[in-house]
């Protein structure tokens, strides 16, 4: 079965940082890029950050300067995705939902989430003094 899985989330103090993790089973992440999508109540399900397949051309995806604060990475041998966030803020406290895609060899990140196929059930961060 394919699946998969977040983690890391919970409550995090302001200024602080965090890492999430994405991690697959049932199958090999190396050929899939991954997206990263917070949702908050009340309010659609938003982008976050994209990483290409690691045989893709390796770019990432941050939809503006206000996720300077993010980075995404990959470690295929623990087939598993990364989120980090440094400097966590309140506006960054929602579900945390990693996603993956199935991409040909050489292709550039895509964060469109409707092209995202495989989704895990989500981590909750909470960002509160």
């Known amino acids: 079965q394919l699946q998969l899985v977040e983690s890391g989330g919970g409550l995090v103090q302001p200024g602080g940082s965090l890492r999430l993790s994405c991690a697959a089973s049932g199958f090999s992440l190396d050929t899939y890029a991954i997206g990263w999508y917070r949702q908050v109540p009340g309010k659609e399900r938003e982008e976050v950050s994209c990483?290409?397949?690691?045989?893709?051309?390796?770019?990432?995806y941050f939809p503006g300067s206000m996720y300077d604060r993010f980075d995404v990475s990959r470690d295929d041998a623990k087939n598993t995705v990364y989120l980090q966030i440094r400097n966590v803020k309140a506006e960054d406290t929602g579900r945390y939902f990693c996603?993956?895609?199935?991409?040909?060899?050489?292709?550039?990140?895509?964060?469109?989430?409707?092209?995202?196929?495989?989704w895990g059930q989500g981590t909750q961060v909470t960002v509160s003094s």
């Open positions: 990483i290409s397949s690691s045989d893709g051309d390796g770019s990432t």
């Open positions: 996603a993956a895609r199935r991409t040909r060899s050489g292709a550039s990140v895509v964060c469109y989430q409707k092209s995202y196929d495989l």
